[in-house]
């Protein structure tokens, strides 16, 4: 079983940055890449950005050049730096995690933090 904690989300004006933090914890054995993934209301959940274990990183187009996912092995945390927030990037946002643990190839879902941007 693993266990994600996410933090960062919060309220910020239009043109702001927030960071959003998840640690994966529990029997990982490797990862094979974390992300994040965001739901807006009455929208279907879409990829923002993901990290691989070779840290090669895949971004929405919506989010180049202005999200940056980052990773800190050695605490199993993975990072997005979100800048220049657009009222569109409003939405809940979920850590994804996938990797080998007990038991096996396992995909995870963190609790979602809600990201608001106003104009």
């Known amino acids: 079983q693993v266990q994600l904690v996410e933090s960062g989300g919060g309220s910020v004006q239009a043109g702001g940055s927030l960071r959003l933090a998840c640690a994966a914890s529990?029997?990982?054995?490797?990862?094979?890449?974390m992300g994040w993934y965001r739901q807006a209301p009455g929208k279907q959940r879409e990829l923002v950005a993901i990290?691989?274990?070779?840290?090669?990183?895949n971004y929405a187009d919506s989010v180049k050049g202005r999200f940056t996912i980052s990773r800190d092995n050695a605490k199993n945390t993975v990072y997005l730096q979100m800048n220049s927030l657009k009222p569109e990037d409003t939405a809940v946002y979920y850590c994804?995690?996938?990797?080998?643990?007990?038991?096996?190839?396992?995909?995870?879902w963190g609790q979602g933090t809600q990201v608001t941007v106003s104009s």
């Open positions: 529990g029997s990982i054995f490797s990862i094979n890449f």
């Open positions: 990290i691989t274990g070779g840290d090669t990183t």
């Open positions: 994804n995690f996938n990797g080998a643990v007990a038991g096996g190839w396992r995909g995870y």
